[in-house]
């Protein structure tokens, strides 16, 4: 199997436990709200044309990268539970990031528009929980500004790894988007 032709990194504090893949010109899908509340129960979840991903914790920042393979990828090495769905790419270029403005655009997928396989699998989210609830003491007696210091040896603990390539040309209907209910611990 061959590598991923580009990849994209952030490291953040996910807003509200989540972020979200996205075509880049899909900005307010329908069904966000159903979609976002589907993978606080799974871990991931999609409206179709975005893949909403959340996070353990929102105090720790996260990593998060983004891989563009040309062919299906398997599971990576290190990385548990898959949750695999479809998204719909009508400008055939992504977005990743919160809903604050911390995100990566401009992601030019080299099959354009079209439909993609994505695939979102984790790591260390067991080990941010835990990390909190160690430091949960010294918080306590820490002002909040001092707080991004005790959390900085813990930044990228919590991992994401999500990976895309081209499934299909674009549909008229949407029958084809896998709403992905796979849970992740």
Do not use: N
């Amino acid at each position: 199997m061959t590598g991923p032709i580009a990849h994209h990194e952030l490291l953040f504090r996910p807003d509200y436990r989540f972020f979200t893949v996205r075509d880049e010109e899909c900005d307010a899908a329908a069904g966000g709200a159903e979609a976002l509340a589907r993978a606080y129960g799974s871990g991931a979840a999609t409206t179709g044309y975005e893949v909403y991903v959340t996070a353990a914790q929102d105090l720790i920042k996260v990593r998060a990268r983004l891989e563009v393979w040309k062919q299906p990828a398997g599971p990576a090495d290190g990385f548990d539970d898959l949750v695999t769905v479809t998204l719909t790419c009508p400008s055939g270029v992504l977005q990743m990031g919160d809903g604050s403005g911390t995100a990566v655009g401009g992601i030019d997928l080299p099959d354009g528009p079209g439909v993609y396989t994505v695939q979102v699998q984790y790591r260390g989210r067991v080990e941010a929980r835990v990390a909190l609830q160690r430091l949960d003491e010294r918080m306590a007696g820490t002002h909040s500004s001092h707080w991004p210091a005790l959390f900085a040896p813990f930044d990228g603990v919590e991992e994401y790894l999500i990976r895309i390539w081209f499934s299909d040309d674009l549909a008229e209907d949407d029958d084809k988007i896998d709403l992905g209910d796979e849970p992740l611990s």
